[in-house]
Structures are given as C-alpha cells and as structure tokens.
C-alpha cells in the first residue's frame, strides 16, 4: 500500500480531484490517501494557507496529489505552490505535451515535454519595495549553478531514459548575462556528456514563435521557472488547452503531482471542468509509485474517452453537455 497525501485544492480542485481519486481507486492501484489542506480552503478553515498537518503529512509520505490552489493577484499570502516546491525541493517540474488523436489543433503531432526548474530563479519570492510609498518594487532572480545543473542533469536523463532524440534550453542569455548565462553554461557542460543527446540552445522569445510556427523541433525542452511557466502554458494550447496537461514536481525524496492549469474561477460550480489533466498527472503518480499496469490502464482509458470524444467536457467538444463527474465516470467505465 503506498500512503499519498491527497489535497483538494480550490476552485476546480475538490470536483476534479473526486473523480481522479474515483478513477485511481477503480484501477487497481493500491493507495492510502491521507487527506490534507493548503491555499484558500485551507485558510478559511484554520486560518492559515499550509497548515502543520499538511506538512506532517507529507513529510512522512513523499508523494503528494494536489488539486490548484488559488493565489490572490498582487496582495494576500505567497504562493503555496511555490513555498512546497521550495520546502520539499522539487526542482524539476515535468510538463508533457502531446497532441490527441481526437483533439483538433492546428497540429496533430506535437510532442514536447518542457522541464521547468521549479525552485530559484523570478520565483524565489525575494521581492520587496524600495520605498515607504511603495512606488518602485524589485524581484530577485536567484539562479545558482548546483541548482541549474540539477535540473538540467535531469532533463537530460529523462530524454535518456524515455528515448527521447534532442534537449532544448531556453534562455535569455543575451541580456541576463550573469543569472541566465550560469544556466546557460550549464546545459552546455551537460550536454557534452550526453553525446548521445542532441542538444540546442533558443533565446526565449524566439523559441515561443519556433514553437507556435514549427512545434516538431522540439522534443525536451529546460529552461528556468518562469519561462517554463509560460511555455508549458503555449505547449498546452497546442494541443488542446489546460484540461489535458498534467505535471510532476520531482525531487531526490519527494514528489508532488497536480495539473498545470490553476483553480479555475471563471467555471468554478458549473461542472465544465475537464478532470483530464489531473488523472494524467495521477497516472506519473502511480508510474513514480511503480504502479505500472495501473498506469497503463488509467491511460488507455482516458485516450479511448478523450479520443472518441463523446464523454468530454465543452473545453474539448463545445457542443458537449457532458460535465466534470460524468467525464470521470466515462473513464472509469472505459477501463472496465
Ligand atoms: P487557470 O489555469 O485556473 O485558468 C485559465 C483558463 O483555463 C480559464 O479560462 C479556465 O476556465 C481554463 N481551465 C483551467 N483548468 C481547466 C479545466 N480543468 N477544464 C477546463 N478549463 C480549464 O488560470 P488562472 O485563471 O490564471 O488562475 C486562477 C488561479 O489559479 C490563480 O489564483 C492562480 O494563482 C492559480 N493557479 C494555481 C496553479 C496551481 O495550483 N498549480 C497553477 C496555475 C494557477
């Protein structure tokens, strides 16, 4: 039995995470869910956004299944996503993008797989005012280089490991000479010592309009937190928008899965939410547990129900009246 620590999250996140945790029980997969609290839910509960027990939690279990959490724009406590990412070290945020045979896109074979460093860089949360009437702000940008090389250590293992051809980094390293040049130079010492990888460099902008125009030139992509925020969002409108595009936060001893897209407010209450993304993130939970046929079965099933694209939520068939438990049930049946 492998213990998760299971936490809704807000918005969309108890409606989506139902049916994740539905479709996981009814594959086979032996889990214990310890359920926890963290973001708005967990604040107007106990008045704090990451409560102790979450964090009792999962420091004994390792492995986390999160629904979003919503974070106020501009005011309100610092992101909870990023306080557990730093906490737990999970440096390599792992975001696949791939093109669905019934999904249409402007392309139908887009295979990417961005690797976000997921703990420095813009989002370190050292930002503050230089003045009492709060006028001018700075953000720092942390970039070190034992952090750059773990990241980017990674994605070349992963294109290893998962027979992937070629490694992309995307920087800015022609005007953040010094933070972006370190993580620069970095995947370039790397990328010497997997010969067996191809290996390219884009400057950030130009790679968005690479990747908009000819999105099959890449493969795996690393590059530093916010541009990986923002590209793994372009890489999920090419297939198909966020309901589809899972993620895992990895680190040496702990991991943490959750959907890239966030809590949704604008369809919160209004059963449209596309489960899609977090039972894929739930299925690189159980291959990360080792629950490999589990895996596979979960998989099967949400591409025959994505693919027939009947049982789909509007995101995917604007002519659906199929909401976010109907959805899951569907995913569920198909894997019987
Ligand atoms: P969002 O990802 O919540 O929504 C963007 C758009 O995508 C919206 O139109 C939404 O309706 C749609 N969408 C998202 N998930 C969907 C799903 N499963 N099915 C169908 N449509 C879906 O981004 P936002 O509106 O910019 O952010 C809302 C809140 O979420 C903010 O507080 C933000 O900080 C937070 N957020 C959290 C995470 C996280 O917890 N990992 C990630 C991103 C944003």
Redesign the pocket.
């Known amino acids: 039995m492998h213990k998760v620590t299971l936490i809704k ?1 807000d ?2 996140g108890p409606s ?1 995470m139902d049916e994740a945790v539905k479709v996981i029980d009814a594959s086979g997969a032996k889990i214990e869910w310890e359920e926890a609290y963290a973001g708005m839910s967990a604040f107007e509960k106990f008045e704090t956004p990451l409560p102790d027990d979450t964090m009792i939690s999962f420091d004994k279990t390792r492995v986390a299944f999160k629904g ?6 501009g005011t309100g406590f610092r ?1 909870i ?1 990023v306080a557990l990412r730093q906490k737990y070290e999970l440096y390599a945020n792992v975001r696949p993008a791939k093109s669905w045979e019934g999904v249409k896109t402007r392309y139908d074979d887009v295979d990417i797989v961005i690797v976000r460093e997921n703990t420095e860089g813009l989002y370190s949360g050292l930002e503050h005012y230089l003045t009492s009437k709060k006028d001018i702000a700075e953000s720092l940008a942390v970039v070190t280089r034992s952090g750059s090389q773990r990241v980017i250590e990674y994605a070349f293992k992963y294109a290893r490991d998962n027979n992937r051809k070629k490694v992309t980094v995307c920087h800015k390293a022609n005007i953040l000479k010094y933070t972006q040049g370190i993580f620069l130079d970095v995947a370039r010492e790397t990328a010497a010592r997997y010969p067996d990888i191809q290996f390219d460099e884009k400057i950030v902008d130009a790679a968005c309009m690479h990747m908009v125009m000819n999105p099959q030139q890449f493969d795996v992509v690393v590059t530093t937190n916010m541009f990986g925020d923002i590209l793994s969002d372009l890489t999920a409108g090419l297939v198909g ?3 589809l595009i899972p993620g895992a936060n990895i680190g040496d001893d702990a991991a943490l899965f ?10 919160t209450g209004k059963n ?4 899609a ?1 977090v039972i894929m993130a739930g299925v690189m939970m159980l291959n990360h547990l080792g629950e490999f046929d589990a895996a596979k079965r979960i998989k099967t099933a949400i591409e025959k129900v994505v693919n027939e694209g009947r049982y789909v ?1 509007p ?1 995917l068939n604007p002519q659906s009246k199929v909401g976010t438990k109907e959805m899951g049930d569907a995913i569920v049946g198909a894997m019987a």
């Open positions: 999250g918005g969309i989506i979003p959490l919503t974070t106020v724009v992101s996503n928008g966020l309901g959750e959907a890239v897209h966030g809590s949704a407010p604008d369809i449209l939410a596309n489960p993304a939520t995101d």
